[in-house]
T-cell receptor, first 119, second 109 residues
Framework: GAVVSQHPSWVICKSGTSVKIECRSLDFQATTMFWYRQFPKQSLMLMATSNEGSKATYEQGVEKDKFLINHASLTLSTLTVTSAHPEDSSFYIC???????????????FGPGTRLTVL | GQNIDQPTEMTATEGAIVQINCTYQTSGFNGLFWYQQHAGEAPTFLSYNVLDGLEEKGRFSSFLSRSKGYSYLLLKELQMKDSASYLCACMDSNYQLIWGAGTKLIIKP
């Protein structure tokens, strides 16, 4: 099946610094990737849709200048949390939709997630 | 607005059966997903329903009634490893996933 990786899986940083999270589709191409954020005991919240070759689409309430998204190739999307603050501490997960070869065409394949802690 | 409702927490006994319900209201409908999520990990796919009826896959089954905006996930022969959160998600007319808050399932010996 399709595999999505994320790096790093865990990061601690000081307040005010920037953190880059990578999301890669390992054995398929993804023109679209989704970035989610999940706070403890809450559901996944879609932050933005990353589009290869064009600007990302951000959900209402998500600051595009703070959460920079770059979809550099058909297998890589990056999320950069700029000037991170403690309230940005969360579990960040990316996903990529199936390409139609799966059993369920609309299936999403998730990366393992990145745990960000801002001190 | 779009809304997914599922119970916050459920408790069941090892070896028993548990049913987790999900009701939804979305703009259009392109299927309903159930995912399992262990603490600190990403969700893993369990099932997908787009037509009414029951889909069975081993110990897990998922049911959908589009007219009622209702689905359930049925887990049989519960094992301790089934302790996790179970997320219900609907795909709307724009093929965007709308997520429920998840049901934390606690399995007791």
């Amino acid at each position: 099946g399709a595999v999505v990786s994320q790096h790093p899986s865990w990061v601690i940083c000081k307040s005010g610094t920037s953190v880059k999270i990578e999301c890669r589709s390992l054995d398929f191409q993804a023109t679209t990737m989704f970035w989610y954020r999940q706070f403890p005991k809450q559901s996944l919240m879609l932050m933005a849709t990353s589009n290869e070759g064009s600007k990302a689409t951000y959900e209402q309430g998500v600051e595009k200048d703070k959460f920079l998204i770059n979809h550099a190739s058909l297998t890589l999307s990056t999320l950069t949390v700029t000037s991170a603050h403690p309230e940005d501490s969360s579990f960040y997960i990316c996903s990529a939709p199936g390409t139609g070869g799966e059993i369920f065409e609309n299936e999403q394949f998730f990366g393992p997630g990145t745990r960000l802690t801002v001190l | 607005g779009q809304n997914i409702d599922q119970p916050t927490e459920m408790t069941a006994t090892e070896g028993a059966i548990v049913q987790i319900n999900c009701t939804y209201q979305t703009s259009g409908f392109n299927g309903l997903f159930w995912y399992q999520q262990h603490a600190g990990e990403a969700p893993t796919f369990l099932s997908y329903n787009v037509l009414d009826g029951l889909e069975e896959k081993g110990r897990f089954s998922s049911f959908l009634s589009r007219s009622k905006g209702y689905s359930y996930l049925l887990l049989k022969e519960l094992q301790m490893k089934d302790s996790a959160s179970y997320l219900c998600a609907c795909m709307d007319s724009n093929y965007q996933l709308i997520w429920g808050a998840g049901t934390k399932l606690i399995i007791k010996p």
